[in-house]
């Protein structure tokens, strides 16, 4: 007896769970990289809204020709969405990101060299709208539904303020360089993010915890492994049958119509049409280059906020209450526009960055709910309508301006847009799986 005791001294204990005590779970550095790929990602998006003026000064091009690029390239964005989200589930999301930031670099290096304005649709719009649209937000919804069972609302959160963050902090540095240098040495600068986030992604990112001997952070020990990849079927008839499943649905055209919304009032007006907005009121391009960056800075505080909140409430509702108070912010910025920066832009910019695209991780968390395993596919669907919306507002706002010398209708109509949308996003019923919030919805 003596020496059995001896004996099973000598042998370590072995943890009951893959999550070892007292060390950070892996999936927290795999949402770290996914969050740096996503920022660099996000650099190419920050460029429009400063390229608009110096286009039009060097090659004559009207705000309507540049806008059409732009929107070619938000519609790529949300169609691609969909298809990436099945290749990633067939050949891995290591695979997809490194070729997407690739695209990315080379549309944006491509342009320093083009003459004409169809070769910035075929660089900003088809190059790089394909690239950003493999690492849109289905890329937010695969990571977090691969590696997270626990913290999938906050984790949803931090990775969308990734997006939309880097898009917007980007602003100052690139206007100072289109402004000192000019828009060549910016568009370089792109490409260099571009490029230096390929070498984290192939050597850090992983496609599942299964890959490292792993369950998803916080998943039950009797958990089942996910299938690997390049199982099942292929990647286009994934996504297209995920599509006319969920299509047959209320809850997904409310999805589909509410993310339009968001998107018309986000990436296709502001993002676009603030910057030469708020110059044809007298401000410099600099300044309200930092104002776009001051609402990158706080939507990284609402959108991991929103998740938080989505992790322990009705999504609904937080849906309704976010869209109904940005369409009032909307239709009172025609008032704030000035040639200065004075206390009310600054409250509607602090108050746009908390709101900026807090809808994402409740629409996740629905998409979840309704359509089970098949979320992050429906959810590329449902975002493939948030860029259908904001490429044709960019696209409209553009010929807006040049009808009629001013953004105020665009404004306006966004707002009444936004209280549409508030109105939708209550109408949606909870899925079976809802539970007290995105938290309790998991996999089902």
């Not at 609904?316 to 976010?322: A, E, T």
């Not at 975002?383 to 960019?394: K, N, R, T």
Request: glycine share 12%.
């Amino acid at each position: 007896m003596p020496e059995d005791r001896r004996v099973t001294q000598t042998v370590p204990a072995r943890p009951s769970s893959p999550r070892r005590v007292g060390r950070i779970h892996r999936a927290w550095w795999v949402a770290l990289v996914a969050f740096v790929a996503l920022v660099g990602a996000a650099a190419f998006r920050a460029t429009p809204s400063v390229m608009i003026e110096p286009f039009r000064e060097e090659f004559g091009w009207s705000h309507g020709t540049i806008s059409f690029a732009i929107s070619v390239n938000i519609m790529l964005y949300g169609l691609t969405s969909p298809f990436a989200a099945a290749l990633m589930e067939r050949f891995g999301m290591r695979r997809v990101v490194s070729l997407a930031l690739s695209l990315v670099a080379a549309g944006s290096g491509l342009t320093v060299f083009m003459t004409a304005s169809w070769q910035l649709v075929l660089c900003w719009g088809l190059l790089v709208g394909l690239g950003t649209g493999s690492m849109a937000l289905a890329f937010v919804a695969t990571v977090t539904d691969r590696w997270f069972v626990a913290r999938r609302g906050l984790v949803s959160g931090i990775l969308t303020a990734g997006t939309a963050t880097g898009q917007l902090v980007f602003l100052p540095l690139l206007a100072v360089l289109v402004q000192d240098r000019g828009w060549r040495p910016a568009s370089l600068v792109v490409t260099a993010v571009a490029l230096a986030a390929v070498p984290l992604v192939w050597f850090l990112l992983r496609d599942r915890p299964e890959d490292v001997g792993l369950r998803a952070y916080g998943a039950p020990l009797d958990t089942p492994a996910s299938p690997p990849p390049g199982s099942g079927t292929g990647a286009g008839r994934r996504a297209i049958g995920a599509l006319t499943s969920a299509a047959r649905t209320k809850a997904f055209w409310l999805l589909a119509g509410t993310f339009a919304i968001c998107g018309a009032s986000t990436n296709g007006l502001v993002g676009t049409h603030f910057v030469p907005a708020a110059h044809d009121h007298g401000m410099p391009v600099t300044t309200a280059a930092g104002l776009l960056a001051v609402i990158g800075i706080f939507d990284l505080v609402g959108t991991v906020a929103s998740g938080w909140l989505t992790d322990r409430f009705d999504p609904r509702l937080l849906l309704g209450v976010y869209y109904a108070l940005r369409g009032v912010s909307l239709m009172v910025l025609p008032l704030l526009l000035a040639d200065t920066v004075h206390p009310p832009m600054l409250f509607f910019i602090v108050f746009y960055g908390l709101d900026w695209v807090a809808t994402v991780p409740p629409t996740i968390a629905l998409c979840r709910e309704h359509f089970g395993a098949s979320g992050p596919i429906v959810f590329g669907w449902v975002l493939a309508s948030h860029q259908i919306g904001a490429a044709l507002v960019a696209f409209g706002a553009g010929l807006t301006r040049d009808a009629y010398g001013s953004y105020d209708i665009a404004w306006i109509g966004a707002g009444a847009l936004c209280a549409m949308a508030a109105a939708m996003a209550l109408a949606i019923r909870r899925g079976v799986g809802a539970g007290a919030g995105a938290g309790a919805a998991v996999g089902t």
